[in-house]
């Protein structure tokens, strides 16, 4: 597991660097002359996301919030035709624009049920 390293000396944070004449890694610090062999040779990783899916949150009293849109859909949960939305609030790249529906009469959290019928 890749992890930092200071420099003993300066305390400034040492860099992986390469050291021709030794033929090894060493952390290096870019202020002082001081470096230290490395011993883990992992400098750098990249944890993938493997579950992506758009999850609903936590909202209450979104029903009354005067800044959302209103829509028409209807709930679900208790047929009502008035509700308020808002899109999906994470910054993933592959995640595709998800809009999320609150009933304002049972606060009831839902997504356009064409689009999960959609994906089946």
Known sequence: MASLHFCSECN???YPKADP???I???ACRICPYDEIGENKCVYRND????TKEQKGVT???GTDPTLAHSNMTCPNCGNQ???F????SKRKQTRMTLFFVCVKCNYTFTDPALESQET
Request: hydrophobic letters at 45%.
């Open 21 to 23: 004449q030794r033929r």
């Open 82 to 84: 008035d509700s308020v």
């Open 86 to 89: 808002f899109q999906d609030q």
């Open 12 to 14: 400034n944070l040492l």
């Open 48 to 51: 993938l996301l493997t579950v």
């Open 25 to 27: 890694m060493v952390y």
């Open 60 to 62: 209450t009293d979104l």
